[in-house]
C-alpha cells in the first residue's frame, strides 16, 4: 500500500511494515504493533525523536525519514545493524532450509499445494455460496419482491422453451 496522505486508521490496520526509502532500500520491515509502539520504538532506538501521544505515526515514521525531524541519521543504516534485520535475515534462512528439503512423504501442506487449485472444488464452492448468502442477509433491501419475480418468470420461460423439445437439432 502506497499512501501519500497517511492516515492513522488505515496505518493500524495492518499488523507489519515493509517501510523503504528511496531507491528501494529497506528503513524497517517487521510488526507494527498496538498503537504502533513497537514501530515507534524502533525509530526512538535509532535516535529520532520520540512519537508525540496525538502525534500520527504514519506521519512521525515518513517526517522522520525524510529528513525533517532527524537530521543526520541514517535509518538504512540502523536497519542494517539491527537485531530486526538480523531476525528477518534468520527466518528467510530458515524458510530457504524448509523449501530445499527433499520430500519424505510427511509433508503435506506441500502435497497439498501441488494441485491446481489450493483447495478442491466442494470446499470453494461451499465458501462462496455462504459468503454470498452472508451478504443477501446483510442487505435485505438487495433482494426485493419485485427481483423474486423476474427470477421466476425468467426461470420459467428457460424452462418451457425446453418443454417438450425432441434432442434432434
Not at 541519521?73 to 532450509?97: K, M, Q
Request: charge should be negative; proline fraction near 6%; charged fraction near 20%.
Amino acid at each position: 500500500m502506497v499512501e501519500s496522505g497517511p492516515s492513522a486508521l488505515p496505518f493500524q490496520t495492518f499488523d507489519r511494515l515493509l517501510f523503504l526509502a528511496q531507491g528501494g532500500r529497506t528503513v524497517y520491515f517487521g510488526d507494527i504493533g498496538p498503537q504502533s509502539t513497537i514501530l515507534c520504538e524502533y525509530f526512538v532506538r535509532c535516535g529520532a525523536r520520540p512519537c508525540g501521544d496525538g502525534e500520527n505515526p504514519a506521519e512521525y515514521i515518513l517526517s522522520m525519514v525524510s529528513g525533517d525531524s532527524a537530521e543526520g541519521i541514517d535509518f538504512v543504516e540502523c536497519w542494517n545493524n539491527s537485531p530486526e534485520h538480523t531476525e528477518v535475515l534468520a527466518e528467510l534462512g530458515r524458510l530457504y532450509r524448509l523449501a530445499d528439503r527433499p520430500d519424505d512423504g510427511e509433508n503435506l501442506a506441500q502435497k497439498n499445494l501441488e494441485g491446481e487449485f489450493a483447495q478442491p472444488f466442494c470446499v470453494q464452492f461451499r465458501h462462496v455460496i455462504v459468503r454470498a448468502f452472508q451478504q443477501y442477509y446483510r442487505q435485505p433491501d438487495y433482494i426485493t419482491p419485485s427481483s423474486c419475480w423476474v427470477f421466476v418468470v425468467t426461470s420459467l420461460f428457460i424452462g418451457f422453451s425446453f418443454w417438450k423439445t425432441n434432442f434432434s437439432m
